[in-house]
């Protein structure tokens, strides 16, 4: 299994920035990819950002201004947030798919104030 915890939300004012990260532990070797997924009031979750090895993708509503990244001696994942917004508002968890199932963080909150 894979364990996951998220640190780093808070609130911020629009056109602020802010750095989530993500450990992880347990049986880290059997990651596929890691990513963020967001989940605002009233809205399903969505996918803001992957990576796997070299690759990464993004949502189009955050390219540009959020940057994904994994350090893998450190077992970490960072988002890099900047020129945050309103919209952005919600609570972010981390994910991680393996070959043992699909893991969640508990999510941690980001409050853009406009």
């Known amino acids: 299994q894979v364990q996951l915890v998220e640190s780093g939300g808070g609130l911020v004012q629009s056109g602020g920035s802010l750095t989530l990260s993500c450990t992880a532990s347990?049986?880290?070797?059997?990651?596929?990819?890691m990513a963020w997924y967001r989940q605002a009031p009233g809205k399903q979750r969505e996918l803001v950002a992957i990576t796997r090895g070299s690759i990464t993708n993004y949502a189009d509503s955050v390219k540009g201004r959020f940057t994904i990244s994994r350090d893998n001696a450190k077992n970490t994942m960072a988002l890099q947030m900047n020129s945050l917004k309103p919209e952005d508002t919600a609570v972010y968890y981390c994910n991680a798919l393996s070959s043992q199932g699909n893991y969640w963080g508990q999510g941690t909150q980001v409050t853009v104030s406009s």
């Open positions: 347990g049986s880290i070797f059997s990651i596929y990819h």
